[in-house]
């Protein structure tokens, strides 16, 4: 059986995680690669960096975060955050990261999507997709630009496209949920996942491990992807996945 | 020496890391030559099938391929370097394989989702020195849209299901490819790799 994932997310700045792991009994909690190598230990199945340092000047920096993990961590990962043009795909591509994720820049420019997935194959291209309800509805519309602006985009609409156009994931954030712990947005994911057939990565609103079964077997999210309940070490990995193996989902372990 | 064929499908780097920390020596190289002098090879890739196939060709590493597999050397071929093997595949139309291993690659139906990606078991049906000590149903990652259907059966190593039950590796005398990718398998993957190295 194909197993879910579980995927901690590592917000980088400048090379140096964020949002600190606090619990960890590491030299370095602030170091990426250390991070990274820990979640393995820990039976991560992935791992995503999110680079919310936004300028130009540290693509270079994350890029030799992405080589050095590569050279120590071997399970795959994802760095998504200011990625726009094929070329900062090819630079993260070639330094060792298995997929980029892209956010704004695919809304901006959907031929990205289109142009990326034909040249570096689906298999390595995210859409991220920052969702948040329309009021009054069961409607949700897409946000850029870390949730700032919106975009007058339909979701639904959206996933179906960026299929069309080549993606082969999609990270789907909910922005009514991200930060509250009350759990995963599951009417967003469930419209999602059945409306395209591509893997769904749920995020946003994790605040314990019956959230993770629920988005699971409600909406059936592929992969969970979580920040905080592992950082600050509420939960091990491993603890969440034994929560989820007894409660009938299959996990690697 | 382990040639790791570069034929610009893809990065090899986490393929050439993963052998050395698994102690081998390698060297990512598109020189026929050095394919030949090496001890043993590996073909990796990901991308389109009938881009590798045409990039195979361009860099007249045909030959040095099939000469590699009629010497005797080990051979590892992993996703589209598994595929690349077989007589046909479907993707983006018929195109030719190498034809190495008889068979055809076929696209997964919509009623799963493709691709398939994430951690799946293996189911092991042939024994052999590069699964040694790998314990059946094992956890390995895959991500691909396409898999072999092998017409000699004899050649398949391990199945996995995914709605049904595919060829996820595949071996015959000195050829052993996966589907999956054991430089993203964390634990399991290198050991797969160090057997690779040390047992061959």
Same mark, same amino acid.
């Given at each position: 059986m194909l197993a879910k994932r579980i995927i901690p997310c590592l917000d980088v700045h400048r090379g140096r995680v964020v949002k600190g792991v606090k619990f960890l009994n590491l030299k370095d909690a602030g170091d990426p690669v250390e991070l990274a190598s820990f979640y393995n230990k820990e039976f991560a199945d992935e791992l995503v960096f999110l680079d919310i340092t936004a300028s130009h000047e540290a693509r270079n920096i994350m890029i030799d975060v992405v080589r050095r993990t590569s050279e120590q961590v071997f399970i795959p990962f994802t760095v998504g955050g200011g990625?726009?043009?094929?070329?900062?795909i090819k630079l993260m591509l070639e330094g060792g990261a298995d997929k980029v994720s892209l956010n704004s820049a695919a809304v901006k420019n959907p031929e990205l999507v289109r142009e990326s997935s034909r040249k570096f194959g689906s298999q390595c291209i995210v859409v991220a997709?920052?969702?948040k309800k329309i009021a009054g509805s069961e409607r949700w519309e897409v946000y850029i630009n870390g949730g700032r602006i919106p975009t007058g985009l339909d979701v639904i609409e959206w996933v179906k496209k960026v299929k069309e156009l080549g993606a082969g994931e999609i990270l789907l954030t909910s922005m009514d949920t991200d930060g509250t712990k009350d759990g995963y947005d599951i009417p967003l994911t469930k419209a999602v996942t059945e409306a395209v057939n591509l893997p769904v990565i749920a995020s946003g609103g994790a605040g314990n491990l019956q959230h993770l079964v629920d988005v699971i077997k409600e909406a059936d999210a592929d992969a969970v992807l979580a920040a905080s309940i592992f950082h600050y070490g509420e939960y091990s990995i491993i603890q969440a996945k034994e929560f989820l193996k007894n409660n009938g989902i299959s996990v690697r372990s | 020496m382990?040639?790791?064929?570069?034929?610009?499908?893809?990065?090899?780097?986490?393929?050439?890391?993963?052998?050395?920390k698994v102690g081998g020596e390698t060297i990512i190289t598109s020189d026929p030559e050095v394919i030949?002098?090496?001890?043993?090879?590996?073909?990796?890739?990901?991308?389109?099938?009938?881009?590798?196939?045409?990039?195979?060709k361009s860099n007249n590493l045909v030959e040095v391929i099939k000469e590699t597999i009629d010497s005797g050397k080990p051979f590892l071929g992993i996703c589209l370097g598994l595929h690349l093997l077989f007589t046909e595949s479907e993707e983006d139309g018929l195109h030719k394989g190498l034809d190495i291993l008889k068979g055809r690659v076929v696209r997964f139906s919509d009623e799963v989702k493709v691709p398939h990606m994430g951690w799946n078991q293996i189911e092991i049906k042939n024994d052999n020195l590069i699964l040694e $000590? =790998?314990?059946?149903n094992s956890y390995f990652y895959f991500v691909h849209s396409y898999y072999p259907v092998p017409e000699d059966k004899d050649v398949i190593a391990t199945t996995t299901d995914y709605g049904m039950e595919f060829a996820s590796s595949v071996s015959r005398? $000195? =050829?052993f490819a996966t589907q999956f990718h054991p430089e993203k398998s964390s634990d399991l993957g290198l050991k797969i790799l160090k057997n690779f190295v040390s047992k061959l």
């Amino acid at each position: 059986m194909l197993a879910k994932r579980i995927i901690p997310c590592l917000d980088v700045h400048r090379g140096r995680v964020v949002k600190g792991v606090k619990f960890l009994n590491l030299k370095d909690a602030g170091d990426p690669v250390e991070l990274a190598s820990f979640y393995n230990k820990e039976f991560a199945d992935e791992l995503v960096f999110l680079d919310i340092t936004a300028s130009h000047e540290a693509r270079n920096i994350m890029i030799d975060v992405v080589r050095r993990t590569s050279e120590q961590v071997f399970i795959p990962f994802t760095v998504g955050g200011g990625i726009r043009t094929l070329e900062d795909i090819k630079l993260m591509l070639e330094g060792g990261a298995d997929k980029v994720s892209l956010n704004s820049a695919a809304v901006k420019n959907p031929e990205l999507v289109r142009e990326s997935s034909r040249k570096f194959g689906s298999q390595c291209i995210v859409v991220a997709v920052d969702a948040k309800k329309i009021a009054g509805s069961e409607r949700w519309e897409v946000y850029i630009n870390g949730g700032r602006i919106p975009t007058g985009l339909d979701v639904i609409e959206w996933v179906k496209k960026v299929k069309e156009l080549g993606a082969g994931e999609i990270l789907l954030t909910s922005m009514d949920t991200d930060g509250t712990k009350d759990g995963y947005d599951i009417p967003l994911t469930k419209a999602v996942t059945e409306a395209v057939n591509l893997p769904v990565i749920a995020s946003g609103g994790a605040g314990n491990l019956q959230h993770l079964v629920d988005v699971i077997k409600e909406a059936d999210a592929d992969a969970v992807l979580a920040a905080s309940i592992f950082h600050y070490g509420e939960y091990s990995i491993i603890q969440a996945k034994e929560f989820l193996k007894n409660n009938g989902i299959s996990v690697r372990s | 020496m382990i040639a790791i064929i570069n034929y610009g499908m893809g990065n090899l780097r986490s393929v050439q890391k993963a052998i050395e920390k698994v102690g081998g020596e390698t060297i990512i190289t598109s020189d026929p030559e050095v394919i030949r002098k090496a001890d043993k090879v590996v073909l990796p890739g990901v991308g389109a099938f009938f881009d590798a196939i045409e990039n195979l060709k361009s860099n007249n590493l045909v030959e040095v391929i099939k000469e590699t597999i009629d010497s005797g050397k080990p051979f590892l071929g992993i996703c589209l370097g598994l595929h690349l093997l077989f007589t046909e595949s479907e993707e983006d139309g018929l195109h030719k394989g190498l034809d190495i291993l008889k068979g055809r690659v076929v696209r997964f139906s919509d009623e799963v989702k493709v691709p398939h990606m994430g951690w799946n078991q293996i189911e092991i049906k042939n024994d052999n020195l590069i699964l040694e $000590n =790998i314990p059946d149903n094992s956890y390995f990652y895959f991500v691909h849209s396409y898999y072999p259907v092998p017409e000699d059966k004899d050649v398949i190593a391990t199945t996995t299901d995914y709605g049904m039950e595919f060829a996820s590796s595949v071996s015959r005398d $000195n =050829i052993f490819a996966t589907q999956f990718h054991p430089e993203k398998s964390s634990d399991l993957g290198l050991k797969i790799l160090k057997n690779f190295v040390s047992k061959l």
